[in-house]
Each structure stands twice: as C-alpha cells, then as structure tokens.
C-alpha cells in the first residue's frame, strides 16, 4: 500500500502521512538518544567497569559496527516481513538490548548488548527514511526529510540530557533505562501509523556477498580497536585479522562484479549523484559522533565537569541544529549542492576551531564550536540525501538506502577508532617528549625555575609534575583528533561540486 499526497502543498498532506511523520521522527529520535546517552556516561562506566580509554571506546564503536553490518539486511528484512512487523520487531528488540544494557554486570556483557543494540536499531534510520522517500511526492521530500531530521536531532539533543541527569542523581544504568519508555511509545506508534503496510513479497538475499563484507568491516574495525594494545602486526592476531579482511573483501568484490544478484548491486553507483553521496554520507559519519565520544572524557578527566554539566555542554549542538531548520528547505530548494558544500565547510571550521582549544579551555569555548558543528551538519544532511537519491529509481530506494546509511555508521565507527588511536599516540609521544626536558639539576629545565609544588627532588613533586605533563600530553592528543576531523571535512567540500541538481519535477 503506498499513501500521497496532493502536490499543492505541505498543508494538504493527509493525516495517515502526518502519523507516518511522526512515527518515524519517534523512532529516529530512540536511536539518536541511545547514541548521546551511551557518550556522556562513558567515564562513569570507565571507572565502574576498571576499562582503559579504547576498551570503554568499544561500547561505541562494535555498537556502530553492528548496525553498519545489520544494515544492508534492511530491504530484504522489509520485503519479507513488510515495513510494520519489521520496525516493530526491530524497536521491541532495541528497547530490550536497552534495558539489559542497564542491567550488564562487567563490560563484556555490556558490549554485547550494545552490540544487540546495534542489529536491533539498525533498520530504524533506513527503513524511515525510505518510508519518507516512497510515500511523499518529490516536491515535499525535502521538508520531510527536515520533519524527520527533527527526531535525528532531538534525540542527541535529548539522550545527552537526560543521560547525564539520570547518571548524577542515580548512576550510569539509570541512563539506559531511561529509553525504555521511549521504545514504549515508539511501539504504540508504529502499531498505528504503518498498520496498512503489511504487505510481504518473497525476495532472494546474497548471502555470500552479505557476509564477506561484514567480515571484511568487523576485521577492519577489531585491527584498529586492538591493534595499539596489541602493538600491531607484532602480533600474530592482527595479521589473522588482516588476512581475513583482505580476503573477504576481495571475494565481496569479485562476488558483486560476477553474480547475478548481488548483495550490492555495482549498477547502482552507476548513478552519480548515489556515488558521490554515498562517499559524503561516509564522510559525514565520520563527523557526527567523534566529538561526542571524544568532549566527554576530556572535560571530566582534564576539566572536572560534573555529569549533568557535560550533557548540557554536548546538547548544544542541538541549537545549531534547530537555527538551521529556519534555511535548510529554502536552501536545499534552490541550491543544494552549495548548502550541503557550505554544511561541510563550516564543520571544518568548527573542527580547526576545537583544535585550537589548550588545557583552560571554557565552557563557552565547548558550547560555541558544538553550535557550529550542528549548524553545519543540519545544512548538509538534508541535501545530502536529497542529492543522493534524486536520481535514484523508487524501486531501489530502499536497497540504496540500507548502502547510504551502512557507509555513514561505517563512517562513524571507523573514524571514533582512528580519533581514540591518535588520541592514545599522541598522548603517550607528547609526554614521553614533555619528560625529556626534565632533570633534577636546578636551571637545566627546559621549563625554566619550577615552582616548589613541582619540585623533583621530592615524591609530592615529582608526582604532581608527572601529572600536569600527563594532563598537557593529553590535551595535545585531543587536539591532534580534532585536527582530523577537520581535515576530514574540509576534504569532503569539493565532492559536493560532482553531483547533478535534482530534476524540477513534483
């Protein structure tokens, strides 16, 4: 069953369509929360659970993984079971990975039910977004798209928010139990709005080509995971690791190049405007998370910030994106390729102005540079997608968005790993750097006269000395990632210039 709409204007969309909206803006704003909350809760669990910066990072990034890899099974998941029983099914499962987060004992089991958290949610932003992109005229798919990305927004605005509210008055599991309503609700919705989308068609799924490209992406995510603790391809698991993502990827490419149906049909990159965005989206999620994984940890183990104020500090990128709800239809409508170039730039900008943070960094400082990441990525997103799918057949819209949105969480979960690894490195080079220019002979500092709090010659002082090095080398780790993420963006500008403007048509 498909449902349109009149193509004079957003006020004749019917009210099964605005229920449609608000099904999947609730959904959209479950996953988002889950993502925030995770982030600001992370130093909490990092000393609960006795973990190291990269060992807790994998709550995060094998979350991202899971859905980077569940998500390809999208649209043959919504032509076996029809978009109801599977988003139903997919926010029930996500709702209960929820709770059972909330209650891990040790890190391990909380891994894995992020993990479930990540298969489960992995349906929810792709299928959303090709119930939008399939049941609204082109005319209104951008101001759609932007009602949609009100759920994408509220929710990291939200789970930061409350997540850290939850973790100071009670303790960090109170923050995943927090969702469980939310899911609740969400069910509810879905059993409502999409109860005329039942329908099942039998379809054939590329079993062989799925699982070599998962193999592949986990391989690619567990060397850069372990690989610094593991001291790379000194160890013999890290070249295991690498040898089994050499040859699935060559058996995932050479499978989509000879097989009749293949898990990803090559013909769709045929499309320009899909290859390119699908390059951005990758981009683009390598943007969206890292700052979020990297500001909590900084400001509560350099700064001192409590909780709630780090939710508070994260959920500023929220007001940049509501400011750019005002431009972004306007904008996508009459020249989307300049708003989605203008939306990575400015995230470059932010990002070279994160980098130029020292160790007094304020809070306005934080709340600023994150208004501006969120204006920018707002700007982008919407004709990103727009862009993306324009010339795209409907027929594969579904296909085609399982692809875009596994290369954004790939993005994602890639690029926190690599941030966290530079993070690490940096840190561990600058103060093995920083203790060289200090000795126990008076005047020979490269610091020049100490003062006595920081005197070497005494246990107190050399203590403390060691700690404000280690504080300053990992300062300069931090900036050194914030670096990349800027060089990320700024590399991703002109790729905004190869794509066709969408056709003028309705």
């Known amino acids: 069953m498909s449902v349109t709409a009149s193509p004079s204007g957003i006020f004749s969309i019917s009210g099964r369509l605005w229920l449609i909206l608000l099904m999947v803006q609730l ?40 859905t980077a890899v569940a998500t390809p099974l999208t649209g043959w998941l919504a032509g076996r079971l029809g978009w109801r029983r599977l988003m139903f099914s997919t926010v029930l499962g996500f709702t ?22 990540g298969m489960f949610g992995a349906p929810i932003m792709p299928l959303g977004q090709a119930i939008l992109l399939a049941t609204f005229p082109r005319h209104l798919q951008p101001t759609a798209i932007v009602l949609w990305g009100v759920g994408a927004v509220f929710g990291p605005v939200v789970g930061p928010i409350l997540g850290s509210i939850m973790a100071e008055a009670y303790n960090w599991r109170a923050a995943f139990f927090i969702i469980v309503p939310f899911g609740l609700a969400a069910l509810v ?15 054939r799924f590329d079993w062989t080509g799925f699982l070599a490209l998962s193999i592949a992406i986990i391989a690619i995510q567990l060397i850069l995971d372990r690989g610094h603790r593991l001291d790379w391809f000194d160890s013999m698991e890290i070249v295991a690791l690498a040898f089994a993502g050499a040859i699935s990827f060559w ?45 909590p940890s900084l400001l509560h183990d350099l700064r001192g910030y409590p909780d709630s ?8 990128r929220g007001v940049g994106n509501w400011i750019a709800f005002f431009v972004i239809v306007p904008l996508t409508r009459i020249a989307p390729r300049v708003s989605l170039a203008s939306g990575l730039a400015i995230q470059a900008i932010a990002g070279f102005s994160m980098a130029q943070f020292d160790i007094n960094l ?40 399982a692809i ?27 103060y093995s750097t920083m ?4 000795t126990a002979f008076p005047g020979s500092n490269a610091l020049g006269q100490l003062p006595n709090a920081w005197r070497v010659d005494t246990m107190d002082g050399l203590f403390r000395l060691s700690g404000e090095i280690e504080r300053q080398a990992t300062m300069i780790g931090y900036i050194n990632a914030f670096h990349l993420m800027a060089l990320a963006a700024t590399a991703a500008v002109p790729l905004a210039l190869w794509m066709r403007a969408p056709p003028k048509d309705s």
């Open 27 to 66: 959904t959209n704003m479950l996953f988002g929360m889950t993502i925030t909350i995770a982030n600001v809760v992370l130093p909490q669990i990092r000393g609960t659970m006795s973990a190291s910066q990269d060992e807790v990072s994998w709550a995060i990034t094998l979350n991202l993984v899971a």
């Open 96 to 117: 209960i990975c929820s709770l059972l987060c909330g209650l891990a004992g040790n890190l391990e089991s909380l891994i894995f039910f992020r993990i479930g958290q």
């Open 189 to 203: 919705c879905i059993w409502f709005a999409l109860a005329g989308h039942t329908e099942q068609k039998t379809a």
């Open 251 to 295: 058996i995932f490419i050479a499978h989509c190049l000879l097989a009749t149906a293949p898990f990803v049909d090559p013909r769709l990159f045929l499309d320009r405007n899909f290859a390119v965005g699908t390059v951005v989206a990758f981009v683009m999620g390598m943007l969206t998370f890292t700052s979020l994984v990297l500001f």
């Open 309 to 316: 104020a780090i939710g508070v500090l994260l959920a500023s």
């Open 362 to 401: 304020t809070s306005w400082d934080i709340m600023w540079t994150n208004i501006m990441l969120g204006f920018g990525q707002s700007i982008a997103f919407t004709p990103m997608t727009v862009l993306a799918f324009a010339t795209l057949p409907k027929n594969r819209i579904t296909e085609g968005a």
């Open 404 to 430: 875009f949105t596994l290369m954004r969480n790939f993005g994602s979960s890639l690029f926190i790993s690599l941030a966290v690894l530079v993070l690490l490195r940096s840190t561990t080079e600058s």
């Open 435 to 438: 203790s060289e220019t200090i």
